[in-house]
């Protein structure tokens, strides 16, 4: 009750409001600014990040090799080209290393990843390392310890691998384009390691992630050569292939002997 006015709802019920209760903003300080407007500015530059990446698209490649063999240092004049596997060893009498090369058709822009996969028959703890190769002309069914072509920088490494289950080595610093490109494996430790080859039903897969222009149309790696999962239906093919003598089927992946 004031001067025989009542407050309702917070008015006075007489003609006059006082001036005293008039509401006022209060001033907003610099950081308070910075909070309102820092938002803004990020849905700002994220929209604009879109609108500029929006002409490039990621591709996907995926190669089979076009030739692959292995070669021994104790029989330097033979050729290991036509076999369901490809061998790898380092040890004091001998030394096995595998050459597999992929024909990249098309592959254009710019590298995100490769990444190169193989089906190990037998364990290992060291696994492989896998170098770049001078540009060569070699033929599988005759490449030799003798006539094989110069091993270059190192690219990747496996790590341990586990028999009949897929490994996959990332070697991206040796992809460079479109072309001819040949990658050396070499064990780093005994005992042998054997992987299913480009003749068997596991053969190993080069797989390409490029970045490109919208505007390039799709050339080049078939997805149809991804590699088959494990498993009863999907063993390589070896009937035919054994040396003389003997079979894969006699042995355990750890038994399998080396040549």
């Keep these: 009750m004031r001067g025989g006015s009542t407050v309702i709802d917070g008015r006075y019920d007489g003609a006059v409001v006082p001036r005293k209760g008039r509401f006022r903003l209060p001033r907003p300080s610099p950081g308070r600014i910075v909070a309102l407007l820092l938002p ?10 879109r609108e500029g990446g929006s002409n490039t698209v990621e591709r996907r490649y995926d190669f089979a090799p076009s030739a ?25 009498d001998k030394t096995l290393r595998a050459f597999l ?32 190769v001078a540009p060569h002309s070699w033929d599988e ?9 110069r091993v270059g920088a190192l690219v990747g490494n496996s790590g341990s691998v586990v ?24 064990a780093l430790h005994p005992p042998s390691t054997a992987y299913a080859s480009r003749e068997s039903a596991l053969a190993p897969v080069l797989n390409v ?33 054994e040396p003389a003598g003997w079979s894969f089927a006699r042995y355990s992946p750890a038994e399998r002997p080396m040549v």
């Design 40 to 49: 803004v500015a990020l849905l700002v530059g994220v929209a604009a990040v």
């Design 68 to 92: 692959d063999a292995y070669i021994s240092s104790a029989l330097p004049d033979v050729s290991f080209g036509v076999q369901p596997v490809v061998r790898v060893v380092a040890a004091d």
């Design 141 to 149: 069914r005759t490449l030799t310890f003798a006539r094989s072509p």
């Design 209 to 241: 992630r490029v970045r490109v222009p919208t505007s390039n149309p799709p050339v080049g790696g078939d997805a149809s050569t991804q590699p088959a999962p494990a498993g009863p239906g999907n063993q390589p093919t070896f009937a035919g292939f």
């Design 163 to 186: 028999a009949e289950q897929w490994t996959k080595i990332d070697v991206t610093r040796a992809v460079k384009g479109d072309g001819p490109l040949t990658l050396a494996l070499t």
């Design 101 to 132: 090369r992929f024909d990249l058709r098309g592959v254009s822009g710019q590298v995100l990843r490769a990444t190169l996969s193989l089906y190990p028959l037998s364990s290992s703890e060291y696994g492989v390392v896998v170098s770049e």
